[in-house]
């Protein structure tokens, strides 16, 4: 079985801080996606990797950057954290680049930025 | 562009009902990839089913049917006999011809009395 995992459950942070959300897949998958959940917005893509070192903003880049040196890991950074970036982040993972790929979801951080 | 509806935001069923979460979905490719992925109060989306644009035979697996009509463009998913462990937020998505990246409906909160 396919397994995301996400560094953390729950976070709490302070406005200004910078914010790592760490993503890891154990299936030698391609691909990885961060999104974010808000409630009557459904999955926003934020940024998607579709190989090591190589990233493409998604539908709501802006205030977040990220990583993958690593073809196992994506990591989400939230450079100066603001209120409005409190939501459920979501990574995920898919095997190839075919529209048919279903894809993996980790079990969600849910960030509060106070 | 794609577009994937759910115009069910929330619906309220009592155990043993039957439920229907419609999915009606835009796009312009003849070629495509329908999913549909459930996400349960712990929060991780999971793939239930995938159906591709030129296999339009309905699908039943246990309780859930699924029902794909490319004359109306929708992909409606039945529940029979509801169970409260049905209660889940439901996602539609869509991943057209040459693109991986799936276009997410907004969910439709399914919740399951006893």
């Known amino acids: 079985d396919v397994k995301v995992t996400q560094s953390s459950r729950y976070l709490v942070k302070r406005t200004g801080e910078k914010v790592f959300l760490e993503c890891v897949q154990d299936m030698d998958h391609e691909n990885m996606f961060w999104y974010r959940q808000d409630p009557g917005l459904g999955l926003r893509l934020i940024y998607f990797?579709?190989?090591?070192?190589?990233?493409e903003k998604g539908d709501i880049p802006e205030g977040y950057s990220v990583s993958r040196e690593k073809k196992e890991r994506f990591s989400l950074i939230l450079e100066s954290a603001s209120t409005n970036q409190t939501s459920m982040y979501l990574c995920a993972s898919s095997l190839t680049s075919g529209m048919q790929e279903t894809q993996y979801f980790g079990p969600g951080t849910r960030l509060l930025v106070l | 562009a794609q577009k994937v509806t759910q115009a069910q935001t929330e619906i309220s069923v009592v155990e043993k009902e039957d439920v229907t979460l419609d999915c009606v979905y835009e796009t312009r490719d003849t070629t495509y990839y329908l999913f549909w992925y459930k996400q349960p109060p712990s929060g991780e989306l999971v793939f239930l089913i995938r159906r591709n644009s030129f296999d339009e035979q309905n699908e039943i697996s246990g309780r859930y049917s699924w029902n794909f009509q490319k004359s109306t463009s929708s992909f409606n998913f039945t529940i029979t006999a509801s169970q409260v462990v049905d209660s889940a937020v439901y996602f539609c998505?869509?991943?057209?011809?040459?693109?991986?990246?799936?276009?997410f409906g907004r969910g439709t909160s399914l919740i399951v009395h006893p």
């Open positions: 998505a869509l991943s057209p011809g040459g693109s991986y990246i799936p276009t």
């Open positions: 990797s579709y190989d090591v070192k190589m990233k």
